[in-house]
Every structure is written in C-alpha cells, then in structure tokens.
C-alpha cells in the first residue's frame, strides 16, 4: 500500500507577498538537512479561499518524526533510481528512503524503497508542477511496479494539484502571514494476481517564506476493496513543523534560541534561552499523545534565562518541552526521560 508521505524536498522559500509564487529556486534543498514534523490527530484543513485566516494553535502535537535530505547516490538503493537527483531518508526509519526529480518544470516522485516494500515509478508522479501561481492547477498519470512483503504487484494513477489559496494561519509554533494553500489529490491502483485495489488521498499543505516543510498540513486516505464497500477511510493525520528548527524569521523576529540539558534526563533538566526584555514565559511538559504532563511560570531576572523542570516522578520516554512566551508557543523540543 502507497505511504501517504509529503514532498521529496520541501519548500525553502517563497516570495514574501501577498500570492506567493514558487519556482524551482524554492524547493533547493541541502544534502543533511533535518526537519522534525509532528504528526497527531487530523484537524479540517480550512477553507481554500483567498485571504483566509486559518487557526490551529491549541492543536495537540503529536509524535516527532521527519527525513533528512540525503545525495541519491550514495543510499543503498539509488541505483534504481538512476535519474533521480533527490532523495530523503526517514529520521526514525533510517532505512526507508524517497526518489524524486527536481527541475524547472517540477517536482517528481520516482518512488520508494525499503526492506519491506519498494515502488518504481517508471512514469513518475508529479508533485507539484514549477512554476506555481496563485490559481495553477495540475493534473498528471504515472504508473510504476513494487513488491510488498514479497509479492508483486503494479501501480497506476493520477494526480491532481492546485494552488487554491493564500492567507494567515497560527499553528502551536507561531502566526505567519502569506502562507500559501496547496491542495494535491491521489486516485490509484493497485493490481496483484487479478485483484485490484482503489486508494484516493486528499493532501493540503501550507507553506511560508523561508521554511522547507508545510507549517501545517492535513491528509486522508481512503481504500476501496472492490468487495461492495465501496471507499472506507484508512487513515487520516495532520503534521506541524517548527520554523525555527531552521533559523527562520517569525513574524520580523529572530527565533528564540532554546537549549535543553541533560538530554537525556534522569531526574531533572534546565532549559535555557536568551529572553526578551519583559517578557513572561511558561514552560509545559507534554507526553506522547500530547497531554500536558507538567507546566511552571519561572520567576526571570535576567535576559539569558534558565529554568529547571523536575521529572523525577515521570515515567521513562519521550516528552516535548514546549516553551511559551506571553501564552504563545516559540519552541517545542523532544525530551528522552529515562
């Protein structure tokens, strides 16, 4: 079964006006870049309108995962992606990796390849069509075969893409301003020994100036059988992103810088950042499934600030620390407490 998964390569930039454009300049990616996404519960992607104002920031962010950027020809399987000039391997699965093909007129997907299953497009999808106006829309076929725990089985579909909106919207990280809407549709089959299985996803994703992943994206998935069911959802998540994980500038601001040590922690850590004149901060504690575990509102009396979070009575596993400046989030970073 196709993974619903996001781009190749992300969007590093998008002109900063009012319907931002994207060209191939956007999606350059550098080789041995990270970027945590958060995937947890599905939440309505919002109207596909122009000036919207769409806001997700008491949404719950849920595990921390993601994909570095990596040189197609030096991964285990790039040999069967011999045109393909992009690839991402997974950060909690390292031996999952993406093909695709970046150039002037698009973003392509050759594929995936793993241990378990792997997919050759050898009619690539395409992604996203460059350049991308305010309004472009797509409509692409591909097909390609795999294998899927050892059985054979081919792939054909189509995908259909717009770019049907631009506004404001505030996730747990922050509010940004002309974040571009982009919608991208999947209709597939999957045929072994004679069986044909349907699959349709629906995707939206939106991105800002200066950041390689969605801020904020939604997807769906839904499978007919062919037993008279008809189309019965599968799966559906949303995913967030923190822009300052890479340096960007929010709202004219530079981002908070934030250090977290030990990590990771056995009884207590301190959090550490430089703070603006003023300011009031809060820290909170999140388990896995993004229930607030801990909050405290440390007393500061300088700009370079620091406080400690007990987690003594915790139990071991993976936290997110999430620190807030005047009731908005500015950071989020994954904890291990052991």
């Known amino acids: 079964m196709k993974h619903i998964t996001l781009s190749i390569a992300g969007i590093t930039s998008l002109v900063t006006v009012a319907q931002p454009v994207l060209t191939v300049d956007d999606l350059q990616e550098n080789i041995g870049v990270q970027v945590p996404l958060y995937v947890g519960n599905y939440y309505n992607p919002g109207p596909a309108t122009n000036n919207f104002t769409l806001n997700r920031g008491n949404a719950v962010l849920g595990t921390p995962t993601g994909s570095e950027v990596v040189d197609p020809d030096a991964t285990p399987y790039g040999s069967s992606y011999p045109q393909a000039n992009i690839a991402s391997r997974g950060i909690t699965d390292t031996t999952l990796f993406n093909y695709g093909l970046l150039n002037a007129s698009g973003l392509y997907s050759f594929g995936r390849y793993g241990p378990m299953e792997h997919v050759i497009l050898n009619n690539p999808e395409l992604q996203f ?31 259909t893409g717009t770019y049907n909106g631009y506004g404001n919207v505030t996730t747990p990280f922050g509010s940004f301003q002309n974040v571009a809407r982009i919608q991208v549709d999947q209709n597939y089959y999957d045929i072994q020994t004679g069986f044909e299985v349907n699959f349709q996803t629906t995707n939206v994703y939106y991105y800002i100036s200066g950041f390689n ?13 062919g037993l008279g069911a008809g189309l019965e959802q599968i799966i559906s998540f949303a995913t967030f992103a923190d822009p300052s994980a890479v340096g960007i500038e929010e709202d004219g601001a530079q ?84």
Do not use: C, K
């Not at 992943?213 to 839904?222: D, E, H, K, N, Q």
């Not at 370079?304 to 139990?315: E, Q």
């Open 129 to 159: 069509r460059l350049p991308m106006n305010l309004g472009d829309t797509w409509t692409d076929q591909w097909s390609g075969a795999g294998t899927n725990g050892g059985q054979n089985f081919s792939r054909s579909g189509t995908t």
């Open 213 to 225: 992943r969605p801020i904020f994206s939604t997807s769906r998935g839904f499978v007919d059988l």
């Open 255 to 338: 981002p908070l810088p934030v250090s977290v040590h030990p990590n990771p922690a056995d009884d207590l850590f301190h959090v550490s950042w430089t703070g603006r004149p003023g300011a009031v901060y809060a820290i909170d504690l999140l388990d896995a499934t993004g229930r607030m575990v801990s909050s405290s509102v440390p007393n500061l009396t300088t700009d370079l600030s620091r406080a400690t979070v007990n987690v003594a009575d915790l139990p071991g596993g993976v936290y997110l620390m999430r620190l807030s400046e005047a009731g908005r989030p500015v950071r989020v970073v994954p904890v291990m407490i052991r």
